[in-house]
């Protein structure tokens, strides 16, 4: 089966067939950095790094972009309140993005363009927007003339009557429904320099100029969070297909985290910040729950629904660590047809999640009947399954001390030796040996302890 992709620009589930065979290229909307991101803002992160672990796993060579958007009102607004300096203010969230995002598994983007490093590319694209008829300059502003492109609207549905941008009324717009490709420079505010004055850039054509700079003035798919498709993506759209680009063939969208019913959302004031929420849940589970259901539905959150998602988790994770434990080791072996089914048809992760439980559940049978090769099997698929999910509990990622493991197993085979040393020399009643054997591990930190097994060995610093 190929796999079936919900594009809202043609408001159906459609066959995905990549641009250039055997690639992919996917480019998302990242965050406005402009404070600490709560459990919405990476929502899409995670959604769309199944998408991308998804398409890797079907053999394509997956370019994914993920941008910064580093210069912003809000940016300002609230840099200025701290007494900040903007970029300051922008590269500190940022890394709290970058922080969120790593402890949450989502995959490094193959590049992470920041607004800011591509002026040059977004006055060169406004250059042929007003050379093709479809912007004009004014006053130092530069707007898009909606009324110049016969298609525009047709992504969110909304008729041109009834457009509002939603931004504020702008200094000789020809039309209140034209939006802003630049705005003029204001006093104490970053600005860069263009033909038609200095100024700064407008969201919309900072993502349309990264996303073709980088991935061509084609590619397969643009997502982003639902609240986007008007106006951001609408005015993408516009932008690129005025500038002569074909653009994304497929757009995604995720729905929200929401509270009460509510978007999770900081002017709400319902916000559950990454930082404090990882305080208190392990970085997988919140994974696991971000990402569990289907990219397109609301995700309702609730200490309850969390605490399930996480029990369900450790279902998965415990079962894997016993065939580990009992049986041997397991490596990351072929998802299921199940599963591949569910994830063909449009990610279908709560089917996925369906076919990963059946496994589990299959395996503790096999194992407790005793049938480890079984067992062992079933844990292969259950990795490579949640691999695809961003939640194999033996990726080393998340095994916390995944590279202290291995210094561990190097330590004890080093250890055992100098502990066989001591034996062997206290048989042979040599106590200066021993004790200096003694002495030297424990002035490398290593206590000893006699136990009726033998002696065994630990790290002071560290608790066993
Ligand atoms: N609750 C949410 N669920 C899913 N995505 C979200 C949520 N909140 C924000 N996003 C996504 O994060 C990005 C930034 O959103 P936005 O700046 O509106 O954040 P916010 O926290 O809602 O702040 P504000 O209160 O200023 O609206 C958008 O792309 C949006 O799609
Ligand atoms: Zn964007």
């Not at 492109?149 to 200094?171: C, F, I, M």
């Not at 992760?349 to 395996?363: F, S, T």
């Not at 106590?431 to 930190?445: F, H, I, N, Q, S």
Request: net charge negative; with cysteine; glycine share 10%.
């Amino acid at each position: 089966m190929t796999l079936r992709l919900y594009d809202s620009a043609t408001r159906e589930v459609r066959d995905f067939v990549p641009l250039r065979p055997g690639t992919a290229s996917v480019y998302l909307c990242g965050a406005t950095v402009q404070g600490v991101p709560h459990i919405g803002h990476v929502r899409s992160g995670i959604a769309f790094d199944v998408l991308r672990r998804w398409l890797d796993y079907r053999g394509l060579d997956v370019l994914f972009v993920r941008n910064v958007t580093d210069i912003d009102d809000k940016i300002l607004t609230k840099a200025a309140e701290a007494g900040r300096p903007w970029w300051e203010w922008a590269a500190t969230h940022e890394r709290e993005f970058t922080r969120a995002y790593d402890a949450l598994g989502v995959l490094p983007p193959s590049a992470e363009p920041r607004a800011t490093g591509f002026i040059t590319q977004m006055v060169e694209y406004m250059q042929r927007l007003i050379e093709r008829g479809h912007a004009y300059s004014s006053d130092g502003n530069v707007y898009f003339d909606v009324r110049s492109l016969p298609e525009y609207g047709s992504l969110s549905g909304h008729r041109l009557e009834d457009v509002h941008q939603g931004e504020s009324a702008g200094t000789g717009k020809r039309d209140p429904r034209d939006f802003t490709l630049w705005k003029a420079a204001k006093p104490g505010e970053p600005a860069w320099p263009t033909p038609w004055g200095d100024g700064r850039p407008g969201w919309h054509l900072e993502c349309s100029a990264m996303a073709t700079s980088l991935l061509g003035a084609e590619f397969d798919i643009h997502c982003g969070g639902m609240d986007l498709i008007f106006p951001h993506h609408e005015n993408e759209i516009a932008q690129s297909h005025g500038a002569g680009d074909g653009f994304a063939q497929y757009w995604l969208h995720n729905g929200w985290v929401t509270m009460s019913g509510e978007k999770m959302s900081k002017s709400l004031g319902n916000v559950v910040a990454i930082p404090a929420m990882l305080e208190r849940v392990r970085a997988v589970e919140l994974r696991y729950y971000l990402g569990s259901a289907h990219y397109r539905s609301m995700l309702e959150y609730s200490e309850g629904a969390l605490a399930e998602a996480a029990a369900g988790y450790r279902r998965i994770e415990s079962f894997v660590h016993r065939v580990a434990d009992r049986v041997g080791r397991v490596d990351v072996g072929e998802v299921n047809d199940d599963f591949a089914a569910a994830l063909d048809d449009d990610l279908g992760v709560p089917a996925a999640l369906a076919a990963v439980h059946n496994a589990v559940r299959e395996g503790n049978t096999a194992l407790e009947a005793g049938d480890g090769a079984r067992a062992l099997a079933i844990a292969a698929q259950v990795r490579a399954m949640t691999a695809v999910l961003g939640t194999d509990p033996l990726d080393p990622h998340w095994t916390a001390a995944g590279a202290d493991d291995e210094a561990h197993d190097a330590l004890d085979v080093l250890i055992k030796a100098e502990l066989d040393r001591r034996a062997q020399a206290r048989a042979a009643k040599d106590w200066a040996t021993a004790d200096e054997v003694r002495d030297r591990l424990a002035e490398a930190g290593v206590e000893v302890t006699d136990t009726p097994d033998g002696a065994q060995w630990a790290l002071k610093s560290k608790e066993h």
